[in-house]
């Protein structure tokens, strides 16, 4: 691949050649890291929550840490070094200048003043915790921290001195400072960030204009890492080049070390630009395009954002107002919604049926009570989700975000409150997990088509979802034929000859029989197979594969190996009993 630049874009990344999908294309560690602006205080070695009984104060620069270890990282250098020096030379020249001697002087300060011996005592003390006086302390937790918002910005400007090699490649990168100023951010960073580095820490040798430069540049190429708990936020070079997407050609994982890895999604032909998603594929247009315009500063018009039906998938639609109608609202103008060109005219949202045209005050009304309940309702159990699914089925469309993201969570949630697993699952919740692992496979594949190749692997960048969902559909289905077998009571012979059986009936050759259940049809089949199950695993295990152990898709992906091999070993021994039916 190549960088090349145009007014539109900017610089960007263009492949060279033709190149197949799933190919490692970028391997980068990070030029700088650190917490996100808005965050609780946490370790700056580590990432790691604190509280007030679980942290230490560094003993150089007193910013808190979770163990003497952190305080060694390289992490933690920047900060610790500017607090040390910088902010503890502002303090002892404040101190000396206040008591009217001369710097050079103040060791020799309480032999020059004629002070009581309480007094003399007090000054030797006061003078010899200089250091620690002038250290940040944080007694403040479990909530966003102020003095936090500048940690990032301050790693970077440490560069400038200390690795001028990293510090040209940070000013290489894309700040938008022009688009920025129109924000009420920009002025809120000169005085939470600007202005506060250079009072604090004594940073006078940069102007407010250069370290509102290195906001913007975190800001807009800033990377969440989601491999610390809470996620940090890393700066990578060459990956701030990937253009946004929102059906993007790459996809992006992380090491455990927070190393950015970059793949193809899809085949990349010789010409063509790299692209990721900055924002969130499962999110509708309107939230997709607002997210991005805060955080990126820019509106994105790829061919989904100007689709109003969102390729087919009617993401945002909502129920026609029309009580007649079984149509569904979508946006006149998508691409207008939230920006500054919107007016009540050219916003209105038109039924795909009946035509009839409703004001976007009512969509966003309608949307904004959704809302509420969704951020009140307790997401962890599976009750509470099937509420919402009932009050708002006929409101929205079946494949709307909102529903959506509920229903990834319902897929889950079955079989995790039993202490027997998914055998303490009632049939009846059963069914509702493989009809909603099949519904939710099926609507991610139209939003970031994938394609089932001959060596069985998936190009998609959403692997994760995509991956987590096989592996809960693929315990399923292997519950499913566990119970079936024990219901019909059969031996083996006797399931080998009801299966052959169902597929004359039908016409299909086993082979055949398999692919169409994989395809999640509608055709009346047989309940799904151990081999569909292993299926199912095999590929959440290929999707899940790059993801760090430290993370749960991680923990996930090392279960679908163990899984795999379990049950590669059952199906050999069945095998052995009757042959190769499938099962």
């Given amino acids: 691949m190549v960088v090349c630049e145009n007014a539109l874009l900017g610089r960007h990344l263009v492949a060279t050649r033709d190149i197949k999908e799933g190919v490692v294309v970028l391997k980068e560690l990070p030029l700088v890291a650190g917490p996100p602006q808005i965050t609780p205080p946490v370790c700056l070695g580590c990432y790691r929550t604190l509280d007030l009984f679980g942290s230490r104060e560094c003993v150089t620069c007193g910013w808190p840490l979770c163990s003497d270890k952190c305080g060694e990282s390289q992490a933690h250098k920047p900060e610790c070094h500017i607090t040390s020096t910088r902010r503890g030379a502002k303090g002892k020249r404040t101190l000396v200048t206040l008591l009217h001697v001369r710097e050079a002087d103040y060791r020799a300060l309480v032999t020059l003043l004629p002070v009581r011996e309480a007094d003399y005592r007090a000054l030797v003390t006061l003078l010899s915790v200089r250091e620690v006086e002038f250290r940040v302390s944080v007694k403040t937790f479990h909530q966003p921290h102020p003095t936090y918002q500048c940690l ?24 938008h400072c022009e688009e920025r100023r129109k924000t009420p951010r920009y002025e809120e960073d000169r005085v939470a960030v600007a202005q506060f580095v250079r009072r604090f820490f004594n940073l006078q040798d940069f102007s407010e204009e250069q370290i509102l ?72 247009t309107a939230n997709r395009r607002h997210h991005l315009s805060e955080t990126k500063f820019f509106w994105c018009t790829c061919e989904r954002c100007a689709d109003p039906t969102e390729l087919g998938t009617f993401f945002s639609a909502i129920r026609c107002k029309n009580s007649l109608c079984d149509g569904y609202l979508l946006p006149e103008h998508p691409l207008l919604q939230g920006t500054p060109e919107e007016t009540p005219l050219n916003s209105q949202w038109r039924c795909h049926t ?20 969704l951020s009140s309702m307790e997401k962890g159990e599976p009750r509470s989700c099937e509420r919402f699914q009932d009050q708002f089925e006929n409101l929205l469309h ?30 009846k919740d059963l ?45 399923v289905v292997a519950e499913e034929a566990r119970r079936r077998a024990n ?9 080998r000859d009801r299966t052959q059986e169902e597929t004359n009936r039908i016409g299909m050759d086993p082979d055949k029989f398999i692919d169409r ?67």
């Fill in 398 to 427: 079946p494949n709307h975000f909102y529903l959506t993201d509920v229903q990834l969570a319902l897929a889950q949630l079955y079989g995790q409150d039993s202490p027997e697993g998914l055998q303490g699952v009632g049939d």
């Fill in 213 to 284: 430069r290195v906001c913007g540049i975190v800001q807009v190429n800033g990377h969440e890492v989601p491999v610390t708990e809470p996620p940090h936020v890393a700066i990578y070079e060459t990956a701030s080049l990937l253009e946004h997407h929102c059906r993007p050609n790459c996809s992006k994982s992380f090491t455990s070390s927070g190393g950015l890895i970059i793949r193809t999604a899809e085949p990349i032909l010789k010409g063509q630009h790299l692209s990721i998603c900055y924002s969130d594929a499962l999110w509708g």
């Fill in 354 to 373: 009946c035509q009839v045209m409703v004001p976007v005050s009512e969509v966003l009304e309608t949307l904004e009570k959704v809302g509420r309940y």
């Fill in 431 to 475: 069914q509702k997990k493989i009809k909603l692992c099949r519904k939710l496979l099926a609507l991610v594949d139209h939003l970031v088509p994938c394609k089932l190749l001959l060596l069985e692997t998936y190009s998609q960048p959403e692997n994760r979802v995509r991956g987590v969902l096989m592996f809960e559909l693929h315990a």
């Fill in 517 to 583: 259940q994989l395809g999640h049809t509608t055709h009346t089949l047989p309940p799904p197979s151990l081999q569909e199950s292993k299926r199912l695993l095999t590929d959440a295990a290929f999707l899940l594969q790059y993801e760090p152990e430290v993370l749960p898709e991680g923990k996930m992906a090392v279960q679908a190996r163990k899984n795999l091999e379990d049950l590669n070993i059952l199906l050999q021994n069945i095998h052995v009993t009757i042959g190769d039916s499938p099962i």
């Fill in 152 to 175: 990032l910005v301050l790693r970077c400007l440490y560069q400038r001195d200390s690795n001028p090699d990293v510090w040209k490649k940070l000013q290489n990168l894309e700040s």
């Fill in 487 to 495: 219901r019909d009571g059969m031996n083996p012979g006797e399931f």
